[in-house]
């Protein structure tokens, strides 16, 4: 049973830090790209870093500088080192493991998995 388990969120003031972890459980963690993505109140979710399998990140406009995306996988966790941070990240942050798998040529099977999410709020 696949299981991703996000944790550190909370109540932080402007200009603070936060370290969100998502554990995984249930699949071979290594091989996944893992990503954050956040869901604001009436807003649609939207990605904010990514992490591949071999460590290349990749992060939205509004992250670049601020956070880091990085990955242990011995320990099957990701996490998301938030600094400087504003109102506006104020969300629920999700993790999600992707991967695709080959079936034959031109054919892809795509598996991803997603946690319950743990909410970031940033306010004085």
């Known amino acids: 049973q696949v299981q991703l388990v996000e944790s550190g969120g909370g109540l932080v003031q402007p200009g603070g830090s936060l370290r969100l972890s998502c554990a995984g459980s249930?699949?071979?963690?290594?091989?996944?790209?893992m990503s954050w993505y956040r869901q604001a109140p009436g807003k649609e979710r939207e990605l904010v870093a990514t992490?591949?399998?071999?460590?290349?990140?990749n992060y939205a406009d509004s992250a670049k500088d601020r956070f880091t995306i990085s990955r242990d996988n011995a320990k099957n966790t990701v996490y998301l080192q938030m600094t400087s941070l504003k109102p506006e990240d104020t969300a629920v942050y999700y993790c999600k493991a992707a991967t695709s798998v080959f079936l034959a040529p031109g054919q892809w099977r795509t598996y991803d998995y997603w946690g319950q999410g743990t909410q970031v709020t940033v306010s004085s």
């Open positions: 992490i591949s399998s071999t460590g290349t990140t």
């Open positions: 249930g699949f071979t963690f290594r091989s996944y790209v």
